[in-house]
């Protein structure tokens, strides 16, 4: 097996010699010499507005004067639109506003949410509170009726006396 091995090296390492031709060692080492350097980038329909990236790609490479500026006419042109666009939202935004939409925008109370939790529990006691107050002022009015009675019989009582 050993032997079976070391044959099978002498022909991989052969045929690889036979591929790369008497000049084998020479396109290794011009091979190892391209991975070195840094990549080109080719741009073919995008012309790079960075620095950074134009200093890489081919096309400044070639002649950087020959390479049409960057337009800042058509970026100028889409900031205005969209700064115009925002203004006439904004209008747009304010008078359709009602006054729901402006009390909305309020920061809300700390404790809003406990008064959320609470409000069923509050309704109950809001209708048990109002049948106690009535209970009481139906108790005065009896008590107060049933006082005139007791007056108008002591006065009655105290007529008859005399």
């Given at each position: 097996?050993?032997?079976?091995?070391?044959?099978?090296?002498?022909?991989?390492?052969?045929?690889?010699?036979?591929?790369?031709?008497?000049?084998?060692?020479?396109?290794?080492?011009?091979?190892?010499?391209?991975?070195?350097?840094?990549?080109?980038?080719?741009f073919r329909n995008y012309t790079p507005s960075?620095?950074?990236?134009?200093?890489?790609?081919?096309?400044?490479?070639?002649?950087p004067e020959e390479m049409p500026a960057p337009?800042?006419?058509?970026?100028?042109?889409?900031?205005?639109?969209?700064?115009?666009?925002?203004?006439?939202?904004?209008?747009?935004?304010?008078?359709?506003?009602?006054?729901?939409?402006?009390?909305?925008?309020?920061?809300?109370?700390?404790?809003?949410?406990?008064?959320?939790?609470?409000?069923?529990?509050?309704?109950?006691?809001?209708?048990?509170?109002?049948?106690?107050?009535?209970?009481?002022?139906?108790?005065?009015?009896?008590?107060?009726?049933?006082?005139?009675?007791?007056?108008?019989?002591q006065q009655m009582a105290s007529q008859a006396?005399?």
């Amino acid at each position: 097996m050993d032997e079976s091995a070391k044959e099978r090296k002498a022909r991989l390492i052969a045929m690889r010699q036979e591929a790369e031709g008497e000049d084998g060692g020479e396109q290794a080492m011009k091979k190892a010499k391209d991975e070195t350097e840094m990549p080109v980038l080719k741009f073919r329909n995008y012309t790079p507005s960075s620095e950074n990236v134009a200093a890489v790609s081919e096309v400044y490479n070639k002649d950087p004067e020959e390479m049409p500026a960057p337009s800042t006419k058509l970026q100028d042109q889409v900031e205005m639109a969209l700064m115009d666009a925002e203004e006439q939202d904004v209008l747009m935004d304010v008078q359709n506003s009602t006054i729901e939409d402006v009390i909305n925008l309020a920061p809300r109370k700390v404790d809003w949410d406990l008064k959320r939790n609470v409000e069923e529990k509050m309704e109950i006691l809001q209708k048990k509170t109002n049948r106690a107050i009535a209970q009481l002022i139906q108790d005065r009015l009896k008590n107060q009726v049933e006082r005139e009675k007791f007056e108008a019989a002591q006065q009655m009582a105290s007529q008859a006396v005399v």
